[in-house]
């Protein structure tokens, strides 16, 4: 039984915020302080050294994987944490490809995150071998899935619309065609039921900054299905990768399963963070969290479609298809945003024209998200998002 | 004028320990713990999202850069901060074999730290073309740069001996031969004068947990010589390094500079830590840095063979030819060690026989290394060493 109002209570909530994008950053776990006062002052500082033994450091990255692997379900032991999102999915990119030698085509959708692309561009770019990288309209990927794809490598949930993929048939089609299938679970983990055994997804990573509420640029996890993870060769073959990292041997020799995509020295104050945040998981049922997300993202959908007739809806009717996450479009997003937050109502937007809001249950209430719908439509019939301190671009959006 | 006694009041040095391992993590700086507090509470906390603008989170890995950039003689705007070392050297690595494509070596040497070969083991696997590793004794790394070589890879100060590379000549050599340099500074910056610009190097990389007190698996920094860093195509093409980030273009152009080795989103919370560490710094001339730390070591190194004849130096004797450690080598080295643990004085061990010390002036004091050598002389002389919970081996040494 998963209960919101005590998952709520442990977060840190500033007086006077709705906070709607902690699919961007989620807040920080009231947790968090104590657990890093700890680690600084206990470990650190009076430990030094000696706390990678006697803090248990070096298992730190497994532990906390172990605690996300139950999230996206994965079996214990197959997910590790570290690095970011864009390094965990080039290591598993370069690993697939190596699966698939004989083949040339990575398989990716326009839906994808950019910076996903971008990995994979330069990865091919450097690895040659007339690799090519295929991007599809989402609707088209699976018909594109063919016997000349090496990879099928998508993010779940896209970042701008919500539009969800059909992880386990999309998997299938790959594993028909003989592919591989690597998911991007950035806007997926702690936002959706995710199972990665189910789909028979060979490679999956994902941020912990976002629904995890890990802080800002926590630590990222990958996850490589059991019957890859003693095969796969690492590209990035660091040294705590290595079978025995202590050993100092010149050869490296991986470590067993998805031990050996860990690279270099874990962070060990934002994996203590990360572990703290991921207290808040520890009763939840996912299913009933799909099912909070649903009630919320449907409440605020049908006060803004009655109360803000000037904003398109941007992400599937159907909250089924959709993460846990809802888009609207306007050519004035960027300034009705920057007018929203100013009352309060935190969102954001993505290029050139969605505001995006993102649907918390373990912290978010359904009064809030009517507040929310009703603030945005008084700021939308007042124009009162037309100032021009409203219209200044900030570098991050 | 460098006031070592002001900057000793800056760490925790917890009682009763004298420690000699800040060459492998450094201690807790003070002012981590308040700036941590800050950086959780008044900023992920209060200001979530909104942070990344108002606290200029997006800007903390150049900023933390310019402070290593004065620490290793690099100019202001040539280093950034992120990931880990072993990430960073593969950045360094692939786009300095991408400047120099017609060439298929990469030299090394036994000297330098296992995962420095590793990554370079695991990348030139991947990219394959003939690419090849060539590992030579440190002594013969200058005769052995010939036309063939595309990039020398060192560490320059041996994390086992200590025994310090000729930056400046070996990095000449290289040039001569039409070859680039790469440098690992891991046992380096904070440790001895640094001069990347003099030495010409052409990439240099290292981590920050040693002897810039970073914390345990802190930020790595990577420099990229003006002179190449808008040429360098990065393998590791993530977002962050992109031109224009939150364009979410299809196309990834890379950013102006050193900024294009961004990878993914910075660990702002370790990255804060690192910056409040690097405070100690501010005052620190590098030459009076250098002058104490030989002090401190020759001290050591006098007081040691004065003391402990059944030890034998494994570090070059001329503290010109080392860095800022000195290693000794016993065939019981593990268990001498955990013995001088046991009695406050931390240093660590390297297989398969090196008891490893490091000096450190910013918190380490001339009585402190005497009066560990005194303790050492008598762990030995009474064979307090060899009991049973000694010969134990941890999992991290």
Not at 77 to 96: E, I, Y
Not at 147 to 166: F, I, K, N, P, Q
Request: a negative charge.
């Amino acid at each position: 039984m998963t209960d919101f109002t005590a998952t709520r209570a442990l977060f840190h909530l500033p007086e006077g915020v709705i906070y709607l994008d902690g699919n961007s950053l989620g807040p920080l776990p009231r947790s968090a302080s104590t657990r890093m006062a700890q680690v600084l002052e206990r470990q650190w500082g009076d430990r030094l050294i000696r706390a990678w033994n006697d803090c248990d450091w070096m298992t730190l990255p497994a532990r906390v994987g172990d605690r996300i692997a139950r999230l996206i379900g994965a079996p214990a032991g197959s997910v590790t944490t570290g690095d970011t999102l864009s390094v965990k999915l080039f290591q598993a990119l370069a690993a697939a490809l190596a699966l698939r030698p004989d083949r040339r085509v990575v398989l990716s959708d326009t839906g994808n995150f950019p910076s996903d692309l971008y990995i994979a561009d330069g990865l091919l770019g450097a690895l040659g071998r007339g690799l090519s990288l295929k991007v599809v309209a989402p609707e088209a990927v699976a018909d594109a899935i063919d016997d000349s794809v090496a990879v099928v490598m998508l993010t779940e949930v896209d970042y701008r619309s919500g539009r969800l993929h059909d992880m386990r048939a999309l998997t299938w089609r790959a594993h028909a065609a003989g592919a591989l299938a690597i998911w991007d679970l950035a806007h997926s983990a702690g936002a959706i039921a995710v199972d990665v055994t189910a789909a028979d997804a060979d490679f999956a990573v994902g941020c912990t900054y976002k629904y995890l509420n890990g802080g800002p640029g926590a630590p990222a996890f990958i996850h490589v299905a059991p019957r890859h993870a003693d095969v796969v060769q690492p590209i990035l073959s660091g040294w705590l990768g290595h079978d025995a990292p202590f050993a100092f041997e010149r050869a490296y020799r991986p470590a067993a399963g998805v031990e050996r995509m860990r690279v270099g020295t874990p962070p060990i104050l934002a994996l203590a963070v990360l572990d703290a945040a991921l207290d808040a998981w520890n009763d939840v049922d996912m299913a009933a969290l799909r099912a909070a997300s649903i009630r919320l993202s449907e409440r605020f959908r049908a006060e803004v479609e009655a109360h803000c007739p000037m904003l398109t809806l941007a992400s599937p009717r159907d909250p089924h298809a959709r993460g846990s996450q809802l888009s609207f479009a306007h050519p004035q997003a960027y300034a009705i945003m920057q007018a929203l937050i100013a009352r309060g109502v935190i969102g954001d937007v993505r290029a050139p024209d969605i505001l995006r809001f993102g649907f918390t249950p373990l912290y978010l209430t359904e009064d809030e998200v009517v507040r929310a719908a009703t603030i945005l439509a008084e700021v939308l019939a007042t124009d009162a998002w037309d100032r021009p301190a409203y219209h200044r671009r900030a570098p991050v959006t």
